[in-house]
């Protein structure tokens, strides 16, 4: 979308072509190719909306007849004879009912149309996200990311409502009302209605669209609001430990005076719309009026005709009166809509070739041929690393903070693709397969285990969703956790809380074991799964990792060097450059930079001993 521009309150051209192009992409959702049923819904909707309109121009001549009826200065209409003031008056009410009734079941035909596309819009949205690579979801704002969501589908919806059944409906209402007036009436009659419509309308566009851009501005200060308190929230802890309550709710303070700011601006916007329409809508209605009054005064018009036309007037003015209202919230939906589908455009830096086939291990090689590869063109990460792992080996990644080693797993995951080299697993290049099959062979224990707010039972069966109940017991026994649960008091049933929180960092981590356990994948990728955790608990959990690598491939990346002294191959990482490869004996007899690095760590497990 574009910037709002301050200089005045016309719609530029760029905002027309793109709330244009955001209608087209609303079009497959109530027309699709696929579903012929959607369409009958959408037909018979259309059509019962007609029906409703039709019916409502109808009443006004049934109120002429019966006040004509009871003057008794003019004859009845040929259809009016013999129902008499009575008659007539009910064949009024009937009309009204009618065209209310029509309404009503011009909505209940379309609702599942609306709904299905509110849900289908909001699907593919939610898969497209989890689609979008890492380099999205770690610069993503949370907060603000579910907002754009939740606003764009409201703002299907709304659009879906009112623009099909307020603005159509009116337009359709108008134009038979405006020939009702210069046939039965006078032309003259027809002039003052389209000069006050247009009036009207000219008003309502030029003040919505300024009002339009304070609306984004007060959107742009809601969604930073929000942003700044789930960001808050989720750091709950930090915020007590630096005791910064105060600071955060004075952070949230000024986001919020932002937000009013923007929102006073709006209401008195409003005010002065809303006295502009009814100042516009009155002036035309009491000139019409007039005339009516002056043809009576005449004899050219009856009493009837007098109250059918400020009938047919009042019957336009309303839903007229809701126009400014109506074009805001569609203009306001178009523009979080657009917000919605250039979410929708994000591209992923990540995809699947078009001849991407299905990875088969089969022994599970890993190959690392020659990998560079950088977040940014202005810091490299990784240079020219080359290894290979043998199928059933393991092999641990060492070094300090930033020398690369979780860039590694990440790409062997395929979060990334590397700027140059092939990452093979059986000599399957994984740029060439499919994510979803990459992503089965591969199980991650990660050094902080994320959980859902669900239960226990559902974190552990989410490595394999079809498992049964005693596959998923069979797992948490082999993690070593299965007596913990056990003796809760809701068992597996136990919710865990949100990132499970409720559980210790050992329990997660048994917890994320028991779920790749349980998802038994060929290929493993330890990374640094123990630094987290105290001695004694790193130990007990050492002992299932250890377990959970029997018979597959397994890439650790470490930070305590007592974890890798038994992996069949130890590389040593600084600045992206593989410094040193081979086993731990080795390494440490050779008295290089491992060998520094184990010294220090030893060094310093002594003086905690002490």
């Known amino acids: 979308m574009t910037a709002p521009h301050t200089n005045g309150p016309a719609i530029d051209p760029e905002s027309r072509a793109s709330s244009m192009i955001t209608l087209r992409k609303v079009g497959p959702y109530l027309w699709p190719k696929e579903m012929p049923w959607v369409k009958y819904r959408v037909v018979f909707a259309l059509a019962a909306l007609v029906v409703a309109k039709l019916v409502a121009v109808a009443g006004p001549f049934a109120y002429k007849a019966a006040v004509d009826a009871l003057g008794g200065g003019a004859p009845s209409p040929a259809w009016a004879l013999g129902l008499g003031a009575v008659g007539l008056t009910v064949a009024y009410g009937v009309a009204r009912a009618g065209n209310v009734g029509f309404q009503q079941l011009r909505d209940v035909i379309f609702a599942r149309v609306g709904q ?28 603000g990311l579910s907002r754009i969501i939740e606003r764009g589908v409201k703002g299907v919806d709304f659009l879906l409502r009112f623009l099909l059944f307020s603005i159509g409906p009116l337009i359709l209402e108008l134009l038979l009302t405006g020939i009702i007036l210069a046939t039965v009436f006078d032309i003259s009659y027809l002039a003052v209605l389209i000069v006050t419509i247009a009036l009207y309308v000219w008003f309502t566009f030029k003040v919505t669209e300024w009002r339009v851009k304070i609306r984004r501005q007060m959107n742009d200060q809601d969604t930073d609001a929000n942003q700044k308190a789930v960001d808050s929230l989720l750091n709950f802890e930090t915020v007590k430990y630096f005791n910064a309550e105060e600071r955060e709710a004075q952070r949230y303070d000024r986001a919020m005076a932002g937000y009013e700011e923007a929102a006073i601006k709006t209401n008195y916007s409003l005010g002065f719309l809303n006295f502009g329409q009814s100042l516009i809508i009155t002036t035309g209605l009491v000139i019409v009026m007039i005339m009516a009054a002056l043809g009576v005064e005449r004899g050219d018009l009856t009493v009837g005709d007098f109250v059918m036309v400020n009938a047919f007037m009042i019957q336009i003015t309303m839903p007229l009166n809701f126009l400014g209202t109506v074009y805001r919230e569609i203009r306001q939906a178009l523009v979080d809509m657009g917000e919605l589908f250039t979410l929708l455009e994000q591209p992923a830096d990540v ?49 300090p903070s930033g020398s690369g080693k979780s860039t590694i797993g990440r790409l062997l995951f395929r979060f990334y693709d590397p700027q140059k080299g092939q990452i093979l697993i059986d000599g399957q290049d994984v740029a060439k397969v499919t994510q979803s099959s990459l992503h089965d062979a591969i199980g991650v224990v990660p050094q902080d285990t994320v959980l859902f707010n669900d239960t226990i039972f559902y974190n552990i069966a989410y490595g394999r969703p079809n498992a049964t109940r005693a596959e998923v017991e069979a797992a948490a026994k082999s993690a070593k956790i299965h007596d913990f649960i056990e003796s809760l008091p809701e068992g597996y049933e136990t919710i865990v809380g949100e990132r499970g929180l409720k559980l210790s960092g050992g329990e997660k981590q048994r917890v994320g074991i028991a779920r790749t356990l349980l998802k038994d994948p060929p290929i493993l990728l330890l990374d640094e799964a123990t630094s987290a955790l105290d001695t004694e608990t790193e130990r007990e959990i050492q002992g299932q990792l250890r377990a959970l690598g029997q018979g597959r491939s397994v890439i650790m990346i470490a930070h305590r060097l007592s974890t890798v002294v038994d992996a069949d191959l130890v590389m040593v990482l600084e600045k992206g450059v593989v410094v040193e490869r081979g086993r731990h004996d080795d390494l440490v007899a050779a008295g290089g930079r491992y060998a520094a690095m184990w010294a220090r760590q030893m060094s310093e497990q002594e003086r905690a001993l002490q």
């Not at 689609?131 to 949370?142: D, E, V």
């Not at 240079?383 to 792992?389: I, K």
């Open 351 to 399: 995809h699947d070739a078009a001849d991407a086939q299905e990875l088969k291990v089969s022994r599970g090689k890993v190959e690392f041929r020659a990998i560079d590869f950088s977040y940014e063109s202005t810091r490299a990460i990784l240079h020219g690393v080359d290894f290979t792992l043998e199928a059933g080996q393991s092999v641990a990644l060492v070094g």
């Open 116 to 143: 299905r596309a509110l849900r289908m819009i909001a699907i593919e949205t939610f898969r497209h996200i989890h689609a979008l690579s890492m380099r999205f979801h770690i610069t993503r704002r949370t907060g």
